[in-house]
């Protein structure tokens, strides 16, 4: 099909019941008038000229003037490309008041409507009056002569210059506020040789600072934007306090608090032999003194007493003498080395024993 005409006079004409009308991919490139036809299709509601070559807006308005035409579809044709699909689609409703299906989208609601033909009436209204299409006097007469809209740039900017400080060294510098703090250290690495992980990061905004005082750069993902730095803001790169470790200090070694067990005689503390070892260094201050010959075994009756003293014998007794003479304590009735045998009447025994009679002084 070359020309809708013949379609129209051959087809369109003879089919007064027609409703819907696909030319899609067909080489047509003109649309007829309405008063050219014989007999104009009243119930042809639904049309499809998509991928025609069709190639100027005024084939478009030719539309307008079918009666029943309310589903347009229109795509890929060459004189749509100088727009965006949305700027195409306001400016079809906008010039195509009868439609209200639009490329098989939803239906045209009323605002949308309004829109599209305000948005028409401005866009035009920069144009020579020869330039301009019939169908925007027939707006202006609806919605006024409207006055164009105010551009408004709400993006925010995307280079920011602040200063920087390290120690007396301050720079002014054009940073980019879609980069990370990590990727902003590394950017600072390069100013003043500190590595990342040794380096603090400080902002200071011009107005929160006054109240809240600076705030630490911790999060390395975090965008710079996020912190809504402007222009005339300042950072500050402060290094990290490295701890040093004293080679010559004593907790540089390892320690063993705590005497060891005294039947493993072969392990030794870090403060020198166990106790009880025969190798014990004899200065050693903690090594316990024996009031007996260590080579004598030990009575596991013999009772030892915080104060040192040893528990006196009944009389009568003698006490055996040890082969090596020790110093010992003597106890208050003058004897030494000397059992108790009835610890429970400590006072009733020894009181019989030292005055048996009641007069010996």
Known sequence: INDFCSVSLNLVSNCSSLEFLSLAECPINRLPEVDDLRNVPKFLHSLNISTTKINNWNEVEKLKKFPGLNDLRIQGCPFLDE???????MMLIARLPNIKVMNGGEQITTTEREDAERAFIRHFL????????SRFNELVAVHGLLDPLVNIDLSPDMNIKVSIYHKDECREESI???QSVKQFKQLLQG?????????RLWYYDQEMTKIAGPEEMKFANKELYTYNVIDGDYFVVDE?????VLTGSPRANSMVFGSLSPGNSSRKSSFGTSPTS??????????RRKSSDSSAPPNPR????????TSPTPLGRKASSPS??????????GNSNVRNPVDQHYGEFFHSKVFPDGNNE
């Open 302 to 309: 013999t009772r030892r007493k915080s104060s040192g003293r």
């Open 126 to 133: 920069d144009k020579p009056e020869d330039e301009r299409p």
């Open 83 to 89: 727009y965006t699909a949305h700027e195409n689609r």
């Open 278 to 287: 025969p190798c014990s260094n004899s200065r050693n201050p903690r090594i």
């Open 240 to 244: 990290k306090a490295q701890l040093r």
């Open 176 to 178: 980019s506020v879609m």
């Open 324 to 333: 090596v003479k020790t110093p010992v304590a003597r106890n208050l009735f």
């Open 191 to 199: 100013y003043f040789n500190v590595a990342p992980a040794n380096m």
